[in-house]
């Protein structure tokens, strides 16, 4: 099943503790990303990868870190996290271009506490 | 930068009426593509429906159709014979067409009660 997976589904952390969030998609989507969601505000980009070793910023990286060093890997890691990075997370991939919409995983609350 | 505007953040519709959801965007590209997404409870993202900008015709996806027009940069969503199941938030998203045109930008969502 072609799919977007992401672990874990709920964390609860406190202020300062490094942590990983994985994400893993099986299509060959050169394309992967992160979102944080919160209310009020949509979903906004976190950082974002064209491919294999190349990774860039996108709106609100500012406590964030990735890492693409496989195509099918994209993790999220909060080196120091603080209570302002509670949120739900999304990953999610593409192709690189085209019509298509962008395949989810389920996503991750993230509570800082 | 593209922007993207949803200016009803609740609406409701009554069970088996039609409801539709706003949605207007900026860009200056010509090329590019517009999405709504739905999140139910669960908060799996769902696409429910894709426009190329470059069709004139409306999108259509069973009880789910858009109004895609271009000059005004409005895409509004129409859910019609509403649901229980259609009780959701609902995303509007744009995405640049060509080879940059990776990136997808939401909307702040609506909120959708479909009461029975």
């Known amino acids: 099943e072609a799919q977007v997976t992401q672990n874990p589904r709920y964390l609860i952390t406190v202020t300062g503790k490094k942590l990983t969030v994985t994400c893993s998609q099986n299509?060959?989507?050169?394309?992967m990303s992160w979102y944080r969601q919160d209310p009020g505000l949509g979903l906004r980009q976190i950082y974002y990868?064209?491919?294999?070793?190349?990774?860039d910023k996108g709106d609100v990286p500012e406590g964030y870190k990735v890492s693409r060093k496989e195509k099918r890997n994209f993790p999220l890691i909060l080196e120091s996290p603080s209570p302002n990075q509670t949120s739900l997370y999304f990953c999610?991939?593409?192709?690189?271009?085209?019509?298509?919409?962008?395949?989810f995983g389920s996503g991750t609350r993230l509570t800082v506490v | 930068a593209q922007t993207v505007t949803q200016s009803q953040p609740e609406m409701s519709v009554q069970e088996a009426e039609t409801v539709t959801l706003s949605c207007t965007y900026d860009t200056s590209e010509s090329d590019y593509y517009l999405f709504w997404y739905k999140q139910p409870p669960s908060r799996q993202m769902i696409l429910v429906i894709r426009?190329?900008?470059?069709?004139?015709q409306n999108a259509t996806e069973n009880r789910f159709s858009v109004n895609f027009q271009k000059a005004a940069k409005s895409f509004s969503l129409k859910i019609s014979d509403s649901q229980l199941g259609d009780a959701a938030m609902y995303f509007c998203?744009?995405?640049?067409?060509?080879?940059?045109?990776?990136?997808?930008?939401f909307g702040e969502g609506t909120q959708l009660t479909v009461n029975p």
């Open positions: 299509m060959n989507h050169e394309y």
């Open positions: 426009q190329e900008a470059y069709k004139q």
């Open positions: 990868s064209m491919n294999v070793e190349v990774t």
């Open positions: 998203a744009y995405r640049r067409g060509g080879a940059s045109g990776s990136r997808l930008t």
């Open positions: 999610a991939s593409s192709f690189k271009v085209g019509s298509y919409g962008y395949t």
